[in-house]
């Protein structure tokens, strides 16, 4: 038995609703849409938080603690793990430009945290901004460092 073979439920399914074609449809003249009004207009529709004309809730409470004024949001993170390592050549300094080129990260220029998930085999010297408490002790069970950037 497979897919092709089950048999239809009856009314399992039901037929889409087609607006506005005609009085005997049962659809026709306004399409659902009732008798005139915002809603019954096209391109209708408001914006999240839009309260009907009166000031909205989100600008009415007080504004507390600091926000970024460029973007709002902090760097993005890139995350290198242990096991990625394995890739470079015994004894390589791997810098964020380094590691771009091998494709473990996207962007140099954004922070970059490396993780402790898989074994590292080679010895490293891997230039991060962080680490993990698990990554630190495995690369130096490796005999690999790790330099922090600012």
Request: cysteine-free.
């Given at each position: 038995?497979?897919?092709?073979?089950?048999?239809?439920?009856?009314?399992?399914?039901?037929?889409?609703?087609?607006?506005?074609?005609?009085?005997?449809?049962g659809?026709g003249?306004?399409?659902?849409?009732?008798?005139?009004?915002?809603?019954?207009?096209?391109?209708?529709?408001k914006?999240?938080?839009?309260?009907?004309?009166?000031?909205?809730l989100?600008?009415?409470?007080?504004?507390?603690?600091?926000r970024?004024?460029a973007?709002?949001?902090?760097?993005?993170?890139?995350?290198?793990?242990?096991?990625?390592l394995?890739?470079?050549?015994?004894?390589?300094?791997?810098?964020?430009?380094?590691?771009?080129?091998?494709?473990?990260?996207?962007?140099?220029?954004?922070?970059?945290?490396?993780?402790?998930?898989?074994?590292?085999?080679?010895?490293?010297?891997?230039?991060?901004?962080?680490a993990?408490?698990?990554?630190?002790?495995?690369?130096?069970?490796?005999?690999?460092?790790?330099e922090?950037?600012?």
């Open positions: 038995m497979n897919v092709s073979t089950l048999p239809a439920v009856p009314k399992a399914r039901h037929r889409r609703k087609r607006v506005g074609r005609g009085i005997g449809s659809h003249k306004t399409s659902t849409r009732g008798q005139k009004g915002q809603r019954a207009r096209s391109g209708s529709g914006r999240p938080g839009f309260e009907g004309g009166r000031t909205p989100i600008r009415r409470i007080p504004k507390r603690g600091f970024q004024k973007t709002g949001h902090e760097i993005p993170r890139e995350i290198v793990n242990i096991k990625d394995n890739r470079a050549q015994e004894g390589q300094r791997l810098t964020p430009e380094v590691l771009q080129a091998m494709g473990l990260i996207q962007k140099a220029h954004h922070r970059i945290k490396l993780l402790g998930d898989g074994k590292l085999d080679k010895k490293v010297i891997v230039v991060v901004h962080e993990s408490s698990s990554a630190q002790a495995k690369m130096t069970q490796a005999g690999g460092q790790i922090f950037l600012g």
